[in-house]
C-alpha cells in the first residue's frame, strides 16, 4: 500500500516536496518506486523513478536538474523534491511501486501497485 501526499499550491519558481509512505508488503528498499504525473487533458507520464536495492535514479528530461527522488528506509518513505517549478508541472501526482526492476520504468502499466495521487499547482 502507497500513501502519497505533499501537494498543494506553488508559485512559479518555488519549491515542494512529495512524501510516497509504504506499508504493508511495499518496502522501499527492495522494490522500485517511481513518481508518475497527470496534468489536465494529458496521459500519465513518467516523472522519476528509484531502483529497489541499489538506489540507482533515473528521471525524465523536463525534470531532470530541478527534481530529486530520494528514500528513508527506516521510515519506508520515498520522497520527490521539486525546485524551481513550472506551471507545465502543475499534475496530480502518483507514486508506483514494482517488485522487479524492469528496463521500462517509464511505462505506467509496468507498475502494479498504485497509491492515490495528490495535486501540484504551480501558478505563474
Known amino acids: 500500500q502507497l500513501q502519497a501526499s505533499g501537494g498543494g499550491l506553488v508559485q512559479a519558481g518555488g519549491s515542494l516536496s512529495l512524501s510516497c509512505a509504504a506499508s504493508?508488503?511495499?518496502?522501499?528498499?527492495?522494490?522500485?518506486v517511481a513518481w508518475f504525473r497527470q496534468g489536465p487533458g494529458n496521459d500519465r507520464e513518467f516523472v522519476a523513478a528509484k531502483r529497489g536495492n541499489s538506489g540507482s535514479t533515473y528521471y525524465a528530461d523536463s525534470v531532470k536538474g530541478r527534481f530529486t527522488i530520494s528514500r528513508d528506509i527506516a521510515k519506508n518513505t520515498v520522497y520527490l523534491q521539486m525546485n524551481n517549478l513550472k506551471p507545465e508541472d502543475t499534475a496530480v501526482y502518483h507514486c508506483a511501486a514494482r517488485l522487479y526492476w524492469n528496463v521500462q520504468y517509464w511505462r505506467p502499466d509496468e507498475y502494479p501497485y498504485w497509491g492515490q495521487g495528490t495535486l501540484v499547482t504551480v501558478s505563474s
Open positions: 504493508g508488503g511495499a518496502n522501499t528498499n527492495s522494490h522500485t
